[in-house]
């Protein structure tokens, strides 16, 4: 069983950077792709980017591409998720996931493909 946390959120200013990371603690094997989600009040909870353990490959949302960079950590079954020139709409609630249910290694995965969930981190964007 995993344990995912994740770190790093806070409030900054729109233009401004930040960087989430996520560790998924307790397997020893590789967790074959880790994403990040985000939900803001009143909305939906949406994927935002993914890596797959297999490239490794990388997949973004359209509305975080050439903004957002999703990396693997030194440390196995970690990820950051470097966010640059951030926006209002940015704001809300960052989700950590984990291990996948299905074989794909192609897009973002939906929420019920991951099998292993962190608390969230929160990420203001506001002047």
């Known amino acids: 069983q995993l344990h995912v946390a994740e770190s790093g959120g806070g409030s900054v200013q729109p233009g401004g950077s930040l960087i989430l990371f996520c560790e998924a603690s307790?397997?020893?094997?590789?967790?074959?792709?880790m994403g990040w989600f985000r939900q803001s009040p009143g909305k939906e909870r949406e994927g935002v980017a993914v890596?797959?353990?297999?490239?490794?490959?990388?997949f973004y949302v359209d509305s975080v591409q050439g903004r957002f960079t999703i990396s693997q950590g030194k440390i196995l079954n970690s990820v950051f998720l470097q966010m640059n020139n951030l926006k209002p709409e940015d704001s809300g609630t960052y989700f950590c996931?984990?291990?996948?249910?299905?074989?794909?290694?192609?897009?973002?995965?939906?929420?019920?493909?991951?099998?292993?969930w962190g608390q969230g981190t929160q990420v203001t964007v506001s002047s």
């Open positions: 996931a984990a291990d996948l249910r299905s074989n794909r290694y192609y897009g973002i995965p939906k929420e019920a493909e991951y099998r292993y």
């Open positions: 890596v797959y353990s297999r490239g490794p490959a990388t």
């Open positions: 307790g397997y020893t094997s590789d967790a074959r792709a």
